[in-house]
């Protein structure tokens, strides 16, 4: 991840019409625990310099920090205080070396952060302060329950336990029942956490992040109200029955894995194979079919595609629909636009790199 960004041939011309290079863009996901100042923090401002880096916290304090993503409360390098730091430095960074990459915190809801996203606002405003303009944006999405998912059974009774034990906002006690079930029934939440999330959020965290003098202390909050509706219906209502988004977004594990679905990638079960073994046009070409009936009844309700799963479903609607001539029209002039400006490059750069 920290060597330089790959030189890439694009499709694109220049004035004189001639091709010219461009970089390669990434982006950084992290939970934020590793990262030190000088081998991780200043390779990414100074050398990489990626379009963003979001930081995935889910929580308000350390308590919650420790019951969300499985750490001890005593361990040095993983604590809630430590991420904060490691925020701080990013910002720090980016601002001593002129840096123009995305700082953006995700947090997932659960009801373990009702009762601290407020915190979590404030800690985050107080760098925005000392760092104008460093931290760009919150997205809060809502947690979801698969099958073949990450959580952390073993937390389990520590969880119940802060739920149960709530002194900072009573109300919140009663979401101790679906919590369980969420965890040992994979039950998704009720929305009824989900409305008082956004309750909170509306009410409490906006008016603290985006309250400034200045345009640049200013933090953007992305809630997705439509993934908060579409994660708590019944599969008979949701829009989306079938996966059209997934062969245009594929997971490459570390070992050059090839997987099906970005959502559960990892999973052995949804492997195509190793792209250094085979390459990547015969993976997509048989990939699939070596997976047999295991994409059967195992996606959430959203995942990561979702905006893109409806979209694909709006517009499978329409060709099935009075508008299908005027949208097989507008689908064919995107296709041709994509094979002659875009598809030619973008597979001699997929070439290069691999």
């Given at each position: ?23 390669l ?12 100042h ?40 993983v604590?809630?205080?430590k991420?904060?730091?490691?925020i ?12 123009s990459?995305?700082?953006?915190i ?14 979590l ?11 104008p303009g460093?931290l760009?944006?919150?997205a809060?999405r809502?947690?979801v329950?698969y ?12 969880c ?6 709530n002194?900072?906002?009573?109300e919140f006690?009663?979401?101790a ?6 965890m ?11 409305e008082k999330a956004?309750k ?18 200013r ?10 509706d579409?994660?708590?219906?019944p ?8 996966c059209?988004?997934?062969?245009l977004?594929r997971?490459?594990?570390p070992?050059?894995?090839l997987y ?10 949804l492997?195509?194979?190793k792209?250094n073994?085979?390459?990547l046009k015969?993976l ?7 997976l ?23 517009i499978?609607a ?22 002659e400006?875009?598809a030619?490059?973008?597979?001699r ?6």
């Amino acid at each position: 991840m920290y060597a330089r960004r790959k030189l890439l041939w694009q499709n694109k011309e220049s004035e004189n019409g001639r091709n010219h290079p461009e970089w390669l863009s990434v982006g950084l996901f992290t939970n934020g625990q590793m990262l030190d100042h000088d081998d991780g923090i200043v390779k990414i401002a100074r050398d990489i310099d990626p379009s963003f880096v979001r930081i995935s916290v889910n929580a308000g304090n350390s308590e919650v920090y420790s019951l969300v993503h499985g750490t001890r409360p005593g361990e040095t390098q993983v604590t809630f205080e430590k991420v904060l730091a490691n925020i701080e430095g990013l910002a720090e960074a980016k601002e001593h070396y002129g840096s123009s990459f995305r700082i953006d915190i995700g947090v997932l809801i659960t009801p373990l952060i009702l009762d601290n996203l407020l915190d979590l606002a404030y800690a985050l405003k107080r760098i925005a302060f000392r760092y104008p303009g460093k931290l760009n944006s919150v997205a809060i999405r809502p947690a979801v329950w698969y099958r073949g998912g990450c959580w952390n059974q073993k937390g389990i009774a520590g969880c119940l336990r802060y739920l149960e034990s709530n002194e900072r906002r009573p109300e919140f006690r009663g979401f101790a029942d679906c919590f369980r079930d969420f965890m040992s029934k994979g039950e998704q939440f009720p929305k009824s956490v989900f409305e008082k999330a956004e309750k909170i959020i509306n009410e409490e965290v906006r008016p603290v992040l985006g309250a400034s003098l200045l345009e640049a202390n200013r933090i953007d909050v992305s809630l997705p109200k439509q993934r908060f509706d579409d994660v708590t219906k019944p599969a008979s209502d949701r829009k989306c029955s079938l996966c059209l988004a997934a062969p245009l977004v594929r997971f490459v594990g570390p070992d050059t894995s090839l997987y099906h679905c970005v959502e559960r990638a990892l999973n052995p079960m949804l492997r195509y194979g190793k792209l250094n073994e085979e390459g990547l046009k015969s993976l997509l070409a048989h990939g699939r079919q070596r997976l047999g009936g295991c994409l059967e009844n195992g996606c959430p309700p959203v995942c990561l595609l979702h905006e893109y799963n409806e979209m694909f479903s709006n517009i499978d609607a329409h060709l099935k629909g009075d508008e299908n001539e005027r949208t097989q029209h507008e689908i064919d002039v995107a296709a041709e636009y994509f094979r002659e400006r875009v598809a030619l490059g973008l597979g001699r750069a997929i070439v290069d790199f691999i």
